[in-house]
């Protein structure tokens, strides 16, 4: 294994994955259950493994959305960028947008 590629993605029951490109960056996004959207955003220095304990349990009522956001997890981690508040505002809002949802609630 390339010491510098990230590890193989954690199982747990009901998540699959899948990668979109935004904002010339491919984001790893883990999704699980299905009715009203949540997107979940996880804090620093972590990924989107940070909700395997909630995962079963929203998602009975929830369809969970949870992206690796830029530079952690499955994401691209591109050097020499911002990762200010702004710009990861703006992947929030991209992925939102490349996912064609129009309400989510917000975690």
Do not use: C
Not at 47 to 53: P, Q
């Amino acid at each position: 294994m390339d010491p510098l590629s990230p590890p193989p993605l954690p199982e747990i029951p009901g998540v699959r994955h899948t990668y979109v490109k935004i904002n010339n960056r491919q984001i790893h996004i883990a999704l699980a259950g299905q009715g009203k959207v949540l997107l979940l955003l996880h804090g620093w220095p972590q990924h989107w493994y940070a909700w395997r304990k909630i995962i079963p349990l929203l998602s009975k009522r929830y369809q969970l959305i949870m992206p690796d956001m830029r530079g952690f997890g499955w994401s691209d981690a591109p050097k020499n960028e911002s990762y200010n508040k702004e710009t990861l505002a703006s992947d929030v809002l991209a992925i939102v947008d490349v996912l064609k949802l129009n309400q989510v609630g917000l975690v």
